[in-house]
């Protein structure tokens, strides 16, 4: 979910950008201190690509991008900021090994862990996993990319009220349907997705939201564009697609969406966070809010909501305890 996964060398350009921040800079990055509440932890890796919250079982569920896998921290009673957490391995799928864990959705009513997977190297093999959340047994394992040999890269998952999972492909522009027993189903393919310019395509549809009256919201990362998908229209995808007419600001760069309210998403992303509202069913939409949690070096990548608070997931860990965090963002 992340725009540094141009060539689908994420790790190397990570690794090649943030080598080249004076570490005087990266020190004084690192010493800053968040103005909001901060979950730390500490990881088994130094990549985590999404957080969500888990309300039921009281923990935070991270993906690993480095390896793959799943895993929980779990805040103390206190809520205390300067506690360090520790993360535990939930999930390291043997079948599934090489590739990376990215996009995470809770699907509360069937209690599962819906998982988009991906070959981070080289873009050769998309996946959706989907894990029980008492036991973490896999319930099923959808290949996404198939023997083509175009390229994809599985990068978020939104479910909708029936349990079908919609996957986005943030290299070949499309979106994956999986029904509720992990058969792929279609796929959701548009000329819209596909904005002018080869650079406004290099990470192209990225986070994914459902809303409850039966449309997705998805973010096409390097344009910025937004899109609403109407999953009740009949015909061809031409009748479902359409973009979002966004004003007060550019989205671009945006990562994972997370849904509020029917009128409000909030879009990870770098340099900063945003709000977004819609009045009018998202046919079009505001930027009503900024959020910098000041540690641009550590990428945000993801957001989610615990007990009305959003915080914000960033990628990289640092430290030799690999130590990761979670800000809040306020509008």
């Known amino acids: 979910m992340s725009p540094s996964f141009c060539s689908g060398r994420f790790s190397v350009v990570l690794f090649l950008v943030i080598s080249a921040i004076p570490l005087a800079y990266l020190v004084l990055l690192e010493r800053a201190v968040p103005s909001t ?70 699907d509360r009513d069937r209690n599962r862990l819906l998982v988009a997977v991906a070959d981070l190297l080289g873009n050769r093999y998309s996946a959706l996993a989907a894990y029980d959340m008492s036991t973490w047994r896999r319930i ?70 459902y809303h409850p009256d039966g449309f997705l919201i998805v973010i096409h990362t390097f344009s910025g564009l937004l899109y609403k998908i109407d999953l009740t229209a009949h015909g061809d995808n031409s009748n479902k697609v359409t973009v979002i007419e966004v004003t007060g600001g550019t989205l671009r760069f945006g990562d994972g969406l997370e849904l509020l309210s029917p009128t409000k998403i909030v879009v990870a992303g770098n340099p900063s966070a945003k709000l977004v ?34 915080y914000l997931n960033h990628i990289v860990g640092f430290g030799s305890k690999k130590r990761h965090i979670l800000v809040e963002a306020v509008f």
């Open 37 to 106: 509440h901060v979950f730390s932890y500490q990881s088994s890796g130094f990549f985590r690509e999404c957080a969500k919250w888990d309300d039921v079982g009281r923990r935070f569920l991270v993906s690993f991008m480095d390896g793959g896998g799943i895993g929980e921290v779990v805040p103390k009673d206190s809520d205390g900021g300067s506690d360090v957490l520790k993360e535990v391995t939930l999930v390291k799928d043997i079948d599934l090994a090489g590739n990376a864990s990215l996009g995470i959705a809770v």
């Open 140 to 209: 099923f394992l959808s290949e996404l990319s198939g023997h083509s040999k175009e390229k994809s890269f599985a990068d978020d998952v939104a479910v909708d009220a029936q349990g079908n999972a919609y996957v986005t492909d943030a290299k070949g522009s499309k979106i994956w349907k999986v029904d509720v027993n992990g058969k792929l189903e279609s796929t959701i393919e548009s000329a819209l997705f596909t904005p002018p310019g080869w650079y406004n395509n290099l990470v192209a549809l990225n986070g994914i939201v």
């Open 277 to 310: 509202e819609s009045s009018d069913g998202w046919r079009t939409a505001s930027v009503k809010g900024w959020f910098s949690s000041g540690m641009v070096h550590r990428f945000a990548s993801s957001a989610t909501v615990k007990e009305g608070r959003v």
